[in-house]
């Protein structure tokens, strides 16, 4: 269902998989609120979505809460193991951290404990109603969706050569699950039992956390009991800018959501609704603001115990001048500039309740199915982030013990009078912040719905997702007149499909100044809206 709702309605449910939202849509029925409702949904999708995200993850909650009028954020991303440092891997003749197996496996999944933190602050239903429903998925199976489906085919050898992943995806005939399929997780059933029955500290402090130790550490890994144990996500106060009269948020680092609000201080100089919004000059401002943004954001974002951050600089509008200067001076030329690559696989919904409460949040393994390695027989596919780590002694994001790495998660809200009028995210690695720009563009200056900017043809610039490539990407819905004056202006265009799932999912919630909320899927994935 990936169409906008046409009347008014008292809350709404968007994830990028259909399961996932009616999940979200029963816990609100049940009496349970948006927050309640969230944690329902991530914890579906870590069953549903195991290709981009699941309990060995991190996770992003953006949140405001409608009684005290609050926006906060939880960020509940883990850090490196205590052991975690580069003589570790140079010894090891390596140059820098393996992308996939046990040896990528360095950061504690910080998932569960943020869950555990947002319903616990404002949830109103049982713990365990929060569960139920993700175990179900796990246990009586699910069918295999399309977008899973493109991802088992791609990962095949990853998923050959590790056994649990083998006995999950392939079928007893030794071929892959196809689309339709049913997927039982019977091992990932009792770790979220396990969960549901002793809370948080199953995780992080009980028999579920020797498990998942002591497996890693028999098969060579750096995670121990004291790293899940000295675990905890924290409480933030989102970022925030104002743009023609919203205030926008972001959550602040280890998140690269601050480089958003940087685009926006620069776009706020230039009538962007007068520029056609399929132009190649509309295209070729977005990408010369993205760079900017990206230039500054790449020299200063790690975690913030570890070094300060001069983020009152960084987003203030003086800043946002001086970055624009710069795009002025280079007019219709493509600048150089060289992205950083990095992993895209993440999960973003969002939730309003009939209260008012609002979820903006977002998940992830960080590569597809995350390291490809299940410790043991827990069922949890650890996340690989710990990879994007350099060894570079003068990056922000060297590899220290006990470190959050530089990360991609960023849900984001647009408020109107104090009050949330736009959640929106995306998957996409480093394409966050560029379908983030899109997005709210879209709805912000060009007066689309959420659907339409949702739908609208997507960019992509810079080496994401891993590759080698440092491209302008946009699908070719743009237009063979719109991609040559690109090329014309020196930017190297690659086109994709109309379509293309290399650009994101993105999803949304709109609510206009009467309270019509409208909600949107992107078509690029298997999600849905479901409101009432």
């Known amino acids: 269902m990936h169409n906008i709702m046409p009347k008014v309605y008292r809350a709404m449910v968007a994830a990028p998989h259909y399961l996932a939202s009616s999940v979200g849509a029963a816990i609100l029925r049940q009496g349970g609120n948006a927050f309640d409702a969230s944690v329902a949904i991530s914890a579906a999708l870590a069953v549903v979505y195991p290709h981009m995200t699941g309990l060995g993850g991190d996770a992003f909650f953006m949140c405001y809460h409608a009684d005290t009028k609050q ?8 850090r490196s193991a205590k052991l975690a440092e580069p003589d570790y891997y140079l010894a090891k003749g390596m140059n820098q951290i393996p992308q996939r197996g046990v040896d990528s496996a360095i950061t504690v999944p910080g998932m569960v404990d943020a869950w555990w933190s947002v319903w616990s602050r404002y949830g109103k239903l049982p713990w365990a109603d929060l569960l139920a429903p993700a175990i179900q998925y796990a246990e009586e199976g ?3 969706s399309r977008h899973l489906r493109e991802w088992i085919l791609k990962d095949e050898s990853l998923i050959r050569a590790h056994r649990p992943l083998a006995k999950l995806f392939l079928r007893d005939d030794g071929e892959l699950l196809e689309e339709g399929d049913r997927l039982i997780q019977p091992d990932l059933v009792r770790t979220l039992r396990t969960i549901q029955t002793e809370g948080r500290d199953a995780f992080y402090k009980g028999g579920l956390m020797l498990s998942l130790a002591e497996a890693i550490e028999a098969d060579g890994g750096l995670l121990r009991e004291e790293d899940f144990r000295s675990h905890y996500g924290e409480w933030v106060t989102p970022l ?5 009269g919203y205030d926008l948020y972001q959550m602040p680092p280890n998140s690269q959501g601050f480089s958003l609000l ?5 776009l706020e100089h230039v009538g962007l609704g007068e520029i056609p919004r399929e132009s190649a000059d509309f295209y070729h401002l977005a990408v010369e603001v993205v760079k900017k943004a990206f230039r500054e954001r790449d020299a200063v974002l790690t975690d913030p115990d570890f070094k300060a951050i001069p983020m009152g600089r960084l987003l203030s509008k003086e800043f946002g001048d001086q970055l624009w200067e710069e795009v002025v001076q280079s007019g219709s030329q493509a600048a150089s500039f060289l992205s950083q690559a990095m992993g895209q696989d993440t999960a973003y919904a969002a939730v309003v309740d009939e209260e008012g409460n609002a979820v903006s949040f977002i998940q992830s393994l960080y590569y597809d199915f995350g390291a490809a390695y ?4 827990t069922g949890v596919i650890m996340q690989n982030r710990g990879s994007f780590f350099t060894f570079d002694p003068a990056s922000p994001n060297v590899l220290e013990p006990c470190k ?8 984001a809200m647009v408020a109107r009078d104090g009050k949330p009028c736009l959640l929106y995210g995306t998957q996409g690695g480093e394409g966050q912040p560029q379908t983030q720009l899109s997005v709210v563009t879209g709805v912000l200056d060009y007066g689309l719905t959420i659907q339409e900017a949702i739908g609208l043809p ?5 080496r994401t997702w891993g590759e080698e490539s440092d491209t302008l990407k946009v699908e070719s819905r743009c237009g063979d007149v719109t991609v040559e004056r690109l090329r014309a202006m020196g930017h190297q265009v690659e086109v994709l499909d109309a379509w293309d799932g290399r650009t ?3 999803q949304g919630i709109a609510i206009d100044a009467s309270g019509v909320i409208s909600g949107a899927a992107d078509p690029r994935s298997d999600g849905s809206v479901i409101g009432w």
Do not use: K
Request: hydrophobic share 35%; net charge positive.
């Open 262 to 266: 940087m685009m926006m201080n620069m």
């Open 142 to 144: 699910f069918p295999v």
């Open 404 to 411: 959050r790495s530089f990360h991609t998660l960023m849900p």
């Open 240 to 244: 925030t800018v104002t743009y023609r």
């Open 458 to 462: 997507r960019f992509i610039y810079g």
């Open 374 to 377: 299940i410790p043991g027989d």
């Open 504 to 506: 994101g999912q993105s």
């Open 71 to 78: 926006f906060q954020g939880y960020n509940g991303s883990g």
